[in-house]
């Protein structure tokens, strides 16, 4: 895949695991970041075992990277409504109020200190694929030195046509 | 830190377009941030009447958001004295991620269609680095000798859910004044921008006989690796960051002539960015001018990186360097040498702008004199 090769990968839900993520402590009023949460822990759980290492002689030179072509759409519906009602925000929905904060808790709990992207691709991801707009960009990030791993996370949530929230998680280097 | 390869070609700037709440155009801008005179009113395009804050840098009659990106576009196009139709250019946009970004986006498609450009290539929603992340790929995208140029554009237009929702998380000041570096700051004020910039291997501008307006010497990209949305205290990821864009361009510090610092007058961001300087600079940051020109035209978020960019990249043809408005006196903790309103500057030859982020995101563009 584009000169790209392939440390681990994830997807939510799996087939053993259960189908609702597990609830992200400081994240409210939508599925979105407890999905990413999810995915990207079971791809790097896969990748370096159960609990995050200290120190990793990668994750210094790790970067994240979100694909997601429909976004938190219920937080941004949350922050809408609410702004709308004249009633007071919620502080948290401030918080979560771009794509980038999730990212910052993966970086924080496994020590991730490369380049941190969010991308929103014009078509979503099929269940289990990664959008091929975030596989080039990754290639692009690893060539040009900033990063020597990229964890690449595309989320979907179910929209009102239906479907479910789907997620999947690569770590990749270059090949 | 740079790729061990050469690169295929260099990244310059050929066109500039801005929109801001000083107007259309980069003279409104630069004279306001030369002057240190803040775009800041009371907001009524929308009611905050239940707001703690009220003010913020507004155009007092605002096109639709994929009309000021466009129009942007169209003056960073018209300066590059591009052809229609010119063929291998990409289209990178930074917006804001909501309901309306997919319509945007696809509203900014057809408009740029119809210079000939093949679309949008890709959409950054990254925050407040999205459109600094879009610069650092066009230069790679230019550099590595995949594509001969690449337009960035980037557009935030203030509406009532982001200002209500940094309302609530007591992100913007209190006193309705945005004051970087200073004792007394208490939050960022937000602002609306429209910007564009055409990056362009030198060897392709070179051909057409297009002038480049500047060069992107170096970008740099590095994460904190500290919490959701708070700054990491002492800085690193903003100073490795600095650091990966100095080495790229093989610039000493002591060479730069100018930092437009992130400065969103964030208490604790601001004091995590000076300490990161006083890391990389050392002894050169005294001589080092730094001001935050989110200062004067606010915080445009996804469009905040590329509207500082071009203001950074018009003070290399400046004697009179954007001031760091707001200013109460010295926080004793910051020690930055800031530009306030004063005397005319050499020109820099380099000048820097830092951009940080919810996620510990954090971008350096390094910029140099054509």
Known sequence: ?175 | MSSSAPPAARPVFTGLGVLSAFGRGLAPLLAAAGQGRTGFTEVTRFDVARRGTRRAALLPDPPPLADAVLGAVTDAWQQAGLPDRPGDTPVLLALHSDLHTGAVADAVAGGVAALGLPGVARVYTGACVAAATAVADAAALVASGRHPRVLVAAGHLVEPGVFAAFDAGRALARDGELRPFSTGRSGTLLGDAAAAVVVEADTAAERRGALPLARLAGWGRAGDAYHVCRPRPDGDGVARATRSALARAGVDPSELGYLNANGTGSPMSDLAEARALREVFGDALAELPVSSSKSVHGHALEASALLELVVTIAALDSERLPVNAGWLGPDPEIGLNLVLAGPDRPRPRYALSLNSAFGGANTALLVAAA
């Open chain 1, 1 to 175: 895949m584009n000169g790209l090769h392939t440390l681990a990968t994830a997807t939510w839900p799996h087939p053993e695991g259960p189908g609702e993520p597990p609830a992200l402590p400081g994240f409210s009023a939508s599925t979105f970041n407890p999905l990413v949460a999810a995915v990207a822990e079971l791809c790097l759980t896969r990748h370096l075992g159960a609990e995050p290492r200290e120190p990793d002689p990668a994750a210094g030179r790790t970067g994240l990277l979100l694909a997601s072509a429909g976004g938190d759409r219920a937080t941004a519906l949350a922050i809408d409504t609410a702004a709308a009602s004249g009633r007071r925000m919620p502080a948290l929905l401030f918080f979560q109020s771009n794509p980038n904060a999730v990212l910052g808790h993966i970086a924080a709990r496994w020590g991730l200190a490369g380049p941190v992207v969010a991308i929103s691709p014009r078509e979503a991801a099929a269940p289990g694929e990664i959008p091929s707009d975030a596989l080039e960009l990754a290639a692009l990030m690893l060539a040009d030195g900033d990063a020597d791993q990229i964890l690449i996370i595309a989320a979907e949530q179910a929209d009102r046509s239906g479907g479910t929230d789907h997620g999947t998680a690569v770590l990749v280097t270059s090949a």
